[in-house]
């Protein structure tokens, strides 16, 4: 039956009626179809890879991944929170390693806010097994898309087993299918609209190495932090598994300067290299040599387009839309939120399937242009300043903040985190003004020793509201002219 509408409107289907395509079966694609389907739509659930559920999938993607609250918000709506807690290692801080293998632990957050260590295959079966369970959703593996037409919303998918080619015809395809999506490149082919797509990336990659577990399945450094060895240009993590090993990521530059992965190119120069910049670390990787060798070289960049949408017919969502660099843990999280958002402009528009997709990235598109550069930002910062002796002390009196005035100051960090009502466009604008302050402050050596916490948070709040009216001022003047 179809909706009661006003008649200068086209009839529109109700959910029930509306068959949509989801391309891409990863975390972004697993939670929107099944939270199409809990709206009632039919969904179907196409994916290039085998079902990882039933075979190893070699994705060349971290193996593992920082959760946090606007990630959890999208879990949350479609009623998963308390399933995914168990897939979780809390993270506390980041503990700095020099290279002397000495550490210190620098905490998120002084109301005691953390990020967690997820499993992405964990996560990604979790969510399979949900959709499994919908009877709204049929899900097809082993599907490569060929192309989409835009205007029809028909899909061309060929079986990787069968070499069959077969085309699909529903009402919306959404693309969650990552920085290679085949939607997006759909929408960059097509010649009646102007589409624009750019990517941009870091002259360094980054290769997955590990800890292993101790014998008993214990952790052989601190379970509860995401550790960082910052090295200036280059630098490692390791964030913690469930069975006790770490997931150990190593960023070095592709070709320039002393240290990079074309000069480390032998044995002697990988031992040499980790010996120099990870001591510590080169005495908990028993088979450092085997996964450097045998693990690829990824990629880091940045992937901005528009629009994400076309005819009232497709989207573009995650990835597939805003592909970012993982420095501030924030892609999956941020494709999560992408789906919530949407939910929200599903509910104001009732299927006007191109006021909802206009809405949405109207509102998104900021934000994620936002956390975009933010996480390129961080980059900087985790390989190089947060060893630097005036970071280190802009974060203990951040931190004294938050413990001490807990409602009254949220850094950047946290406002981008744990603050999942804040947009992320307006946590970068505020985020970054309260960083310039505090630096200013710390180097012109305003905070005095006679001074109060309460004096020290007064004057910052005092700099930072008049740097951002400078900031307003010289807006509204670009504007004018």
């Known amino acids: 039956m179809y909706a009661s509408v006003p008649t200068n409107k086209p009839l529109l289907k109700t959910p029930n009626q509306e068959h949509i395509l989801v391309i891409g079966a990863g975390l972004c694609g697993s939670l929107l179809a099944l939270r199409m389907a809990q709206r009632g739509y039919k969904v179907t659930l196409m994916e290039k890879r085998p079902d990882l559920r039933k075979e190893v999938v070699d994705s060349g993607r971290s193996i593992n991944l920082a959760f946090s609250d606007r990630g959890m918000k999208g879990l949350r709506l479609a009623g998963l929170e308390d399933k995914v807690l168990p897939l979780c290692i809390p993270m506390h801080g980041r503990m700095i390693h020099n290279t002397e293998g000495e550490q210190f632990m620098s905490p998120y957050s002084g109301r005691h806010e953390y990020i967690n260590s997820i499993s992405r295959e964990d996560l990604n079966i979790m969510l399979l097994d949900e959709c499994e369970l919908m009877p709204q959703i049929t899900m097809r593996f082993n599907q490569k898309c060929t192309g989409v037409?835009?205007?029809?919303?028909?899909?061309?998918?060929?079986?990787?087993?069968?070499?069959?080619?077969?085309?699909?015809?529903?009402?919306?395809?959404?693309?969650?299918?990552?920085?290679?999506?085949?939607?997006?490149?759909?929408?960059?082919?097509?010649?009646?609209?102007?589409?624009?797509?750019?990517?941009?990336?870091?002259?360094?990659?980054?290769?997955?190495?590990?800890?292993?577990?101790?014998?008993?399945?214990?952790?052989?450094?601190?379970?509860?932090?995401?550790?960082?060895?910052?090295?200036?240009?280059?630098?490692?993590?390791?964030?913690?598994?469930?069975?006790?090993?770490?997931?150990?990521?190593?960023?070095?530059?592709?070709?320039?300067?002393?240290?990079?992965?074309?000069?480390?190119?032998?044995?002697?120069?990988?031992?040499?290299?980790?010996?120099?910049?990870?001591?510590?670390?080169?005495?908990?990787?028993?088979?450092?040599?085997?996964?450097?060798?045998?693990?690829?070289?990824?990629?880091?960049?940045?992937?901005?387009?528009?629009?994400?949408?076309?005819?009232?017919?497709?989207?573009?969502?995650?990835?597939?839309?805003?592909?970012?660099?993982?420095?501030?843990?924030?892609?999956?999280?941020?494709?999560?939120?992408?789906?919530?958002?949407?939910?929200?402009?599903?509910?104001?528009?009732?299927?006007?399937?191109?006021?909802?997709?206009?809405?949405?990235?109207?509102?998104?598109?900021?934000?994620?242009?936002?956390?975009?550069?933010?996480?390129?930002?961080?980059?900087?910062?985790?390989?190089?300043?947060?060893?630097?002796?005036?970071?280190?002390?802009?974060?203990?009196?951040?931190?004294?903040f938050e413990e001490a005035f807990p409602t009254e100051y949220f850094s950047k960090y946290s406002l981008v985190t744990f603050r999942e009502d804040l947009r992320y466009s307006e946590a970068m604008r505020r985020g970054r003004v309260q960083d310039k302050a505090i630096l200013n402050l710390i180097y012109d050596g305003k905070f005095t020793t006679d001074m109060s916490l309460r004096d020290k948070l007064d004057l910052m709040k005092q700099e930072t509201r008049k740097m951002l009216h400078d900031e307003e001022v010289l807006e509204g003047l670009e504007e004018e002219d």
């Open 149 to 400: 037409n835009l205007e029809t919303a028909e899909a061309t998918f060929e079986d990787y087993k069968t070499g069959e080619t077969t085309t699909y015809q529903t009402d919306i395809v959404m693309g969650a299918d990552g920085v290679g999506s085949a939607l997006r490149k759909s929408m960059l082919d097509h010649r009646k609209f102007l589409f624009s797509y750019g990517q941009d990336f870091l002259t360094h990659g980054y290769k997955e190495l590990s800890f292993p577990p101790k014998a008993d399945g214990g952790f052989l450094v601190e379970k509860h932090a995401l550790h960082i060895w910052p090295r200036g240009k280059d630098m490692m993590i390791a964030l913690p598994n469930l069975d006790g090993s770490f997931t150990v990521t190593l960023f070095l530059s592709w070709d320039e300067g002393k240290d990079s992965f074309e000069s480390l190119n032998t044995d002697e120069a990988v031992v040499d290299y980790f010996k120099r910049e990870y001591p510590d670390a080169l005495a908990l990787m028993p088979d450092l040599l085997e996964e450097f060798h045998a693990n690829p070289t990824s990629p880091l960049g940045t992937i901005k387009c528009s629009p994400w949408h076309a005819y009232g017919k497709v989207l573009l969502l995650g990835d597939a839309a805003h592909g970012i660099v993982p420095f501030y843990g924030q892609g999956m999280n941020s494709a999560f939120e992408d789906i919530y958002v949407l939910d929200q402009y599903l509910d104001q528009h009732a299927g006007d399937w191109k006021a909802v997709f206009k809405a949405y990235q109207e509102e998104r598109k900021e934000d994620t242009d936002a956390i975009a550069d933010l996480a390129v930002d961080n980059f900087h910062e985790m390989k190089a300043h947060t060893a630097r002796p005036i970071f280190q002390e802009k974060r203990k009196l951040e931190i004294a």
